[in-house]
């Protein structure tokens, strides 16, 4: 019994470790602090970049103080799902286009991913 009980405590150590390995490919980057003199049309425009095994799987904006209705022309635009499914290097090297009518806000967006990405590629 004690054999069987040792040997089930020593597999699930092991599970653990392996998922602790593999969040250890995951890197989330908020870019409130590394950016806020990234200004947009209205102010700071910072973002969450998930990284995946140095791939980017999603973009996504944090509260802001955009015009709505503006900030929403960049989203709808595609621009933050641009880096999605690219390398770190390649999303940092990437020619963005701003979203026509929401210029500000797009080149604050544009800022923020290759800003918060390349602080990813000083890390290692």
Do not use: H, W
């Amino acid at each position: 019994m004690k054999k069987y009980l040792l040997t089930g405590i020593l597999v699930m150590m092991a599970a653990v470790s392996a998922f602790a390995a593999e969040k250890s490919d995951t890197v989330v980057v908020n870019t409130t602090d590394i950016c806020k003199n990234v200004i947009g049309y209205n102010g700071p425009t910072p973002l969450i970049i998930k990284v995946v095994k140095n791939v980017v799987v999603k973009v996504e904006a944090l509260p802001n103080q955009e015009t709505p209705k503006f900030f929403k022309m960049v989203e709808k635009g595609g621009l933050l799902q641009a880096p999605v499914g690219l390398k770190i290097e390649e999303a940092v090297k990437k020619p963005y286009d701003a979203v026509s009518g929401a210029t500000y806000s797009s080149i604050s967006v544009i800022r923020n991913i290759k800003t918060g990405l390349k602080s990813l590629l000083t890390e290692e």
